[in-house]
């Protein structure tokens, strides 16, 4: 069986906007069903492929992803998409409201609101200067 890849990756891709590392969804022909023995990079930027089919890789974009063209590599052989991946910014978080309204140094405050990053340790507080609120 001759084995090769495709002459095309279709683009622009599938991209699921709502996550903090979107995927995205390749499709071409003669992908390697193996996750490990194919490489998609984003202008340069390797993604991590969670899925893999002979015709459908689906990756996750690299923080590091910038504009440009995705390029498949597969057993040494590479193609580049013939349409730009646009990488665009994630919305920022928005607050609806906290719990509780007031409290001392040290009291635990519930924020509600929406775009906070699942993972804890991407977001961030700071303190309140002294002067608010007098």
Do not use: H, W
């Amino acid at each position: 069986m001759k084995y090769g890849l495709g002459n095309r990756v279709d683009c622009p891709c599938e991209r699921n906007r709502r996550q903090r590392a979107p995927t995205v969804t390749n499709t071409g022909t003669n992908f390697d069903t193996t996750v490990a023995n194919d490489i998609v990079a984003f202008n340069g930027a390797s993604g991590v492929i969670t899925s893999a089919t002979e015709t459908r890789l689906v990756v996750v974009v690299p923080s590091a992803a910038t504009t440009g063209p995705i390029q498949v590599t597969v057993a040494g052989r590479s193609v580049q998409s013939s349409s730009v991946f646009t990488v665009t910014e994630p919305p920022p978080p928005t607050i609806t409201s906290f719990t509780p309204g007031s409290g001392i140094y040290g009291a635990t405050v519930t924020i509600y609101g929406s775009n906070f990053n699942a993972a804890l340790s991407n977001n961030s507080s700071r303190d309140f200067p002294s002067s608010l609120g007098k």
